[in-house]
C-alpha cells in the first residue's frame, strides 16, 4: 500500500504518523476515520495501541490520512 502513495518506496517510518494520534491535523475526523476508535484513549495509550499494530493495518491508517487529507485540501 506504501507504494500506492509513494511509488518505489518498500517502507515507510511509521513512527511520522505519532502527530496524527494526537489530533487530526485539521481538527475534524471524519466519522469512517480509522483513528476514531481510538480518540477515547490518552496520547500514551494511543502509541500501545499503534505500535501493537501490524503494518498492513498502519499502511490502512497511512492510506487513509493522505487521502482525507487531500480531499480536505480541495
Partial sequence: MVERLYPGKKEY??????GILYACPTNNRIEN????????LSF???LIWFDGLDTEKKDCILVHHVECSQKKRK
Fill in 13 to 18: 517510518d511509521y513512527n511520522k504518523l505519532y
Fill in 44 to 46: 500514551k495509550e494511543k
Fill in 33 to 40: 476515520c480509522p483513528l476514531s476508535e481510538v480518540s477515547h
